[in-house]
Nanobody, 121 residues
Framework: QVPLVESGGGLVQAGGSLSLSCVAS????????VGWFRQAPGKEREFVGR????????FYSDSVKGRFSISRDNAKNTVYLQINNLKTEDTAVYYC??????????????WGQGTQVTVSS
């Protein structure tokens, strides 16, 4: 069973918005911080943002600050990534991951398979 499943990706025009979801099937999900990462074509996977386990603390990479927003609903075992004012450079596969430390990808225990976001100009 895949521990995390992302959804909500798609093709959208620049300036538009998307809301991605990450649904977890791991035990004690509501005790884990959750990070979002993305990998653009030909580039390494990069950190986007993270939310703590209670949902009251978030932080973001400088490249997305002000446009991306992470929230969570622990009752639904779900974390959300709201993306506004999309830019073509946001085109990437977006991944959620749980159980790690801040932006350090190698520390995350659980990963989803990713959802594709494509932004057209």
């Amino acid at each position: 069973q895949v521990p995390l499943v992302e959804s909500g990706g798609g093709l959208v025009q620049a300036g538009g918005s998307l809301s991605l979801s990450c649904v977890a099937s791991i035990p004690s999900f509501n005790t884990y911080g959750v990070g979002w990462f993305r990998q653009a074509p030909g580039k390494e996977r990069e950190f986007v943002g993270r939310i703590n386990w209670t949902g009251d603390k978030t932080f973001y990479s400088d490249s997305v600050k002000g446009r991306f927003s992470i929230s969570r609903d622990n009752a639904k075992n779900t974390v959300y990534l709201q993306i506004n004012n999309l830019k073509t450079e946001d085109t990437a596969v977006y991944y959620c991951a749980a159980g790690g430390d801040r932006w350090r990808q190698e520390t995350y225990i659980y990963w989803g398979q990713g959802t594709q976001v494509t932004v057209s100009s």
